[in-house]
């Protein structure tokens, strides 16, 4: 079955710890994207990707970065994490030149301790 | 200032009823509009989305656009409790262009 997978689905981690947030798609898509989303706030575009090798940063200034190796998997790192890290962090892909049609992940909610 | 305003609620109503949900933007180059549901623990999905101004009608859900006022509203008709979730509206300047999201208004739907 086509889907956008995201682990681990909770995170409960140390300041300064390194992480990596996995987000993997079977659709094929091209264009991925990492969107941080608080409590009863708007998602706000952290990363983009339109194809392997090509991420670009999105409005929302994030201190986290991400890669895109194979057109399935664009995971998103943070070297040391800090409690202003404390997010939901959902990924979405979508294809063709639509990007208003995305299919999300079900998220990975991280909290920094 | 925003660029899309959305009233948080929560809204509470009966089931059966009609909902009306609502943004406002400030953008007017924006072209295309989308409502994602979000359940609670869960990833928005796309509902609808219109392209400009107008209706478009999709089951129980009825998606308006007038650009005149920036306004666009979502309508469900004979509400159902598996509709309570998170509305969120989007909008984008065109196909290629980012989503720019509002806030998200919850819906909850009583039996």
């Known amino acids: 079955e086509a889907d956008i997978y995201q682990t681990p689905r909770y995170l409960v981690i140390g300041t300064g710890k390194k992480i990596t947030l996995e987000c993997s798609q079977t659709?094929?898509?091209?264009?991925m994207y990492w969107y941080q989303q608080d409590p009863g706030m708007e998602l706000h575009l952290i990363h983009y990707?339109?194809?392997?090798?090509?991420?670009e940063k999105g409005d929302l200034s994030s201190e986290s970065t991400v890669s895109r190796i194979r057109t399935e998997h664009f995971p998103l790192t943070l070297e040391s994490a800090r409690p202003s890290h404390t997010s939901q962090y959902l990924c979405?892909?979508?294809?063709?030149?639509?990007?208003?049609?995305?299919?999300f992940g079900p998220g990975t909610r991280l909290t920094v301790t | 200032q925003k660029e899309v305003e959305q009233d948080p609620g929560p809204l509470s109503v009966p089931e059966g009823a009609i909902v009306s949900l609502n943004c406002t933007y400030s953008?007017?180059?924006?072209?295309?509009f989308m409502w994602y549901r979000q359940y609670s623990r869960k990833g928005p999905e796309l509902l609808m989305y219109?392209?400009?101004?107008g209706n478009k009608e999709d089951g129980r859900f009825t998606a308006q656009v007038d650009k005149s006022s920036k306004y666009i509203s979502l309508f469900i008709r004979d509400s159902q409790p598996s509709d309570s979730a998170t509305y969120l509206c989007?909008?984008?300047?065109?196909?290629?262009?980012?989503?720019?999201f509002g806030s998200g208004t919850r819906l909850l739907v009583r039996p």
């Open positions: 979405a892909s979508s294809e063709g030149s639509g990007d208003y049609e995305q299919y």
């Open positions: 659709m094929g898509h091209d264009k």
């Open positions: 990707s339109y194809g392997v090798n090509s991420t």
């Open positions: 953008n007017s180059a924006f072209q295309y």
């Open positions: 219109t392209y400009s101004s």
């Open positions: 989007a909008m984008s300047r065109g196909s290629s262009y980012k989503l720019i």
